[in-house]
């Protein structure tokens, strides 16, 4: 168990949908990330949030957000939905910003029919 | 931006033969590189990383060196037993990137008993 918590661990949906997935970093850990894993495309980083602050961007689709809150729990929103988008989706947590260990939670398998 | 490249994409070795996996990265800054075990379904998991200080790393059965001239790092697994089964990545990340890491498309590697 790495501390990072992910939640909800299954989800299914329809394209065109909206959904959010939320993320729960290790205790004491300020940088949230996030990525996407699907069997085409790999592991795919999406974004970094550092203390409620965006610190680094991939490639994230538009109809794709983020933001950490206060808490420094993450929340990914993903809207309009395409079965393309059907993937696993891990957040990764680290005390800093740069050159340190990324903890992954155990990730959400989003299902778009 | 950085772009990784991990070889082979299958691997597979009798138990207690060693196995050795290879990346190379594009970008000179990136200066952090991480290797992960994925078993299937389950969350990547740092096994050992390198920073661009030093050139060689071990711990126990894993050791990674990094040869930056060249722009390539590679993992070395000795004595390798059933449960080292899973797909491994390598990753890239620091220097202007600040904690985005790019990733390999990963190893499946297969230890047969």
């Known amino acids: 168990d790495s501390g990072v918590t992910q939640t909800p661990k299954h989800l299914i949906t329809a394209t065109g949908q909206r959904v959010t997935l939320r993320c729960s970093p290790r205790?004491?850990?300020?940088?949230v990330y996030w990525y996407q894993q699907s069997l085409d495309q790999g592991l795919q980083f999406l974004i970094q949030y550092y203390n409620g602050e965006e610190r680094a961007k991939g490639n994230i689709l538009e109809r794709f957000s983020a933001q950490q809150f206060p808490d420094l729990h993450s929340e990914l929103n993903l809207s309009s939905l395409e079965l393309g988008d059907s993937a696993l989706y891990f957040c990764?947590?680290?005390?800093?910003?740069?050159?340190?260990?990324?903890?992954f939670g155990p990730g959400t398998r989003l299902l778009v029919l | 931006g950085e772009n990784v490249e991990q070889h082979p994409s299958t691997l597979s070795v009798q138990e207690g033969d060693s196995a050795v996996i290879k990346c190379t990265y594009s970008?000179?800054?990136?200066?952090?590189f991480p290797w992960y075990k994925q078993e299937l379904g389950k969350r990547p998991q740092l096994i050992i990383d390198?920073?661009?200080?030093?050139g060689e790393k071990k711990d126990q059965r894993i050791a990674v060196t990094l040869n930056k001239t060249a722009k390539h790092f590679s993992l070395h697994i000795t004595e390798t037993q059933p449960e080292d089964s899973a797909v491994y990545f390598c990753a890239a990340g620091g220097g202007t990137s600040y904690g985005k890491l790019t990733f390999g498309q990963g190893t499946i590697l297969t230890v047969h008993p």
């Open positions: 390198i920073r661009s200080n030093v």
């Open positions: 990764a947590s680290s005390p800093g910003t740069n050159q340190e260990t990324q903890y």
């Open positions: 970008d000179s800054a990136s200066n952090y």
């Open positions: 205790s004491g850990d300020l940088s």
